[in-house]
């Protein structure tokens, strides 16, 4: 059977029965107690990308220190640049593992759900 183009063929279907699953939960709250659970989970959503800076340090540390080789410069020998670079690398190393430890403490959406629901305190 052919069907011109802008011609639709129409299906009929019997329903035999339709389930209604629109049950909702109501939360009230105050304005002050929502605001300060928002602020709250902003810093934790901050806390989350926080660990890129120092990765990316480090790497461009590591980079430096595999593909360089230090001389003297602006009145420091080859070896106090080599030492300030791995002391800039050493700072990114704890900078990062720092901000791998605030991400485990970083609340979830569902954590703040609970906190708006009154459920955790």
Not at 15 to 21: F, G, L, S
Not at 63 to 76: D, I, M
């Amino acid at each position: 059977m052919k069907i011109a183009p802008g011609n639709r063929v129409q299906t009929v279907a019997n329903v035999e029965q339709i389930h209604n699953n629109t049950s909702q939960e109501v939360i009230t709250i105050t304005t002050d107690k929502l605001r300060l659970a928002l602020i709250a989970h902003l810093d934790c959503v901050q806390k989350k990308d926080q660990w890129q800076m120092p990765l990316s340090l480090l790497v461009g540390v590591v980079v430096v220190f595999c593909s360089s080789t230090f001389k003297s410069a602006f009145g420091l020998s080859a070896d106090s640049w080599a030492a300030m670079f791995a002391m800039f690398g050493s700072g990114c190393f704890l900078w990062f593992l720092h901000s791998l430890f605030k991400l485990r403490k970083a609340t979830s959406l569902e954590d703040l759900i609970e906190i708006i629901q009154n459920k955790q305190a």
